[in-house]
């Protein structure tokens, strides 16, 4: 009984969902992120994904668009 009394005692000074991990490159990019947009936040980060076909092909066309509509798949359960 104690234990939980001392366990629930140093949680009740709150949690923080703050994760870092120094030096890596993602975590160099936040920083800078932050320094250079501090109003900005990773949280709400968006991308733009461009797709190029090779030279006298279509996006729309064979494999192109299998690979097109796996790859959105992919990023639709990213979000």
Do not use: C, H, Y
């Not at 920083?31 to 461009?50: C, I, M, W, Y």
Request: net charge negative; proline share 4%.
């Amino acid at each position: 009984l104690a234990a939980v009394g001392i366990g629930a005692a140093s949680v009740s000074a709150g949690t923080s969902d703050s994760f870092t991990i120094p030096g890596t490159q993602s975590q160099k990019a936040l920083d800078l992120l932050g320094k250079e947009f501090p109003q900005a936040s990773a949280a709400g980060a968006t991308a733009r994904v461009v797709f190029e076909a090779p030279d006298g092909q279509k996006l729309t066309s064979g494999g192109n668009k299998t690979e097109v509509a796996s790859l959105v798949a992919d990023l639709e359960k990213a979000s």
